[in-house]
């Protein structure tokens, strides 16, 4: 046997979803992260007959269990309910203060075990039930936009609006915490970011390995700049905001 592959699992692709699906998977990664590595699969329900695209995460250096990949879950949660509520403000504001709506959208992952594990091997070797994420696979150019410091990587100017979300994190969250490490693709022709695996650093610590707690939030609040678009989508003021707005 030449692929790994999944138990089945109930993946809300679109919210309200209740469909199981299970995921298979190449030998060989294609991206290495800090904590993770991604290969390339696809996921099977029964009651499709087209397999949908996805990307399987497991832990890079050690075999991962349920709380690891439930937290990654968590924090990728976390930020997509904020950014539906940042969405629907962004949608009240007038063409005269916004020239384009941009959304943002988090990837929802779906945590099962390693069913049946392939007789090769080409860098990670799987072990009976580990625990991996699969999710469905970005189209485009996959970029970090603001790493997990908070300092903006990509100067485009659509990244303003990302900037803006990390400093609305922090606003609605009462200062408890703030997302960054913003990474995924950016779709020009929709003006909306697909965005996946997001950093939180909070007070009480209570998100990850990537939680550095106090200290990361003085580095994002440290590296932020506010910017034409902070303001617009605060409603209150905030520490955050070191004096640089630009209304």
Known sequence: MLENSTYSVKWPKVIGNTKR??????????????????????????????????????????????????????????????????????????????????????????????????????????????????????????TTFIDKRGETLDRNKCCLILEAFSHFSFVVSGENFVICGLKGVYREDKSDFILTNPTIHSREGKFGQKDKRDPGIRDVTKNHTCNKFCQMFMKKPSTFDNGTSEI
């Open 21 to 142: 699906y299970r995921a298979s998977f190449g030998l060989k990664s294609f991206m290495e992260g800090e904590h993770l590595i991604v290969f390339k699969g696809k996921a099977f329900s029964h009651e499709d007959y087209i397999p949908r695209p996805v990307v399987v995460k497991s832990m890079r250096y050690f075999c991962g269990n349920k709380d690891d990949f439930e937290m990654y879950k968590l924090c990728n949660e976390q930020t997509r309910i904020l950014a539906i509520h940042f969405n629907k403000l962004s949608a009240t504001f007038s063409s005269k203060k916004m020239q384009s709506t941009f959304k943002l959208r988090f990837v929802v992952a779906a945590v099962t075990q390693i069913d049946t594990r392939s007789t090769l091997a080409l860098g990670k070797k799987f072990k009976k039930d580990e625990y991996v994420a699969f999710e469905e696979k970005l189209e485009g150019k996959f």
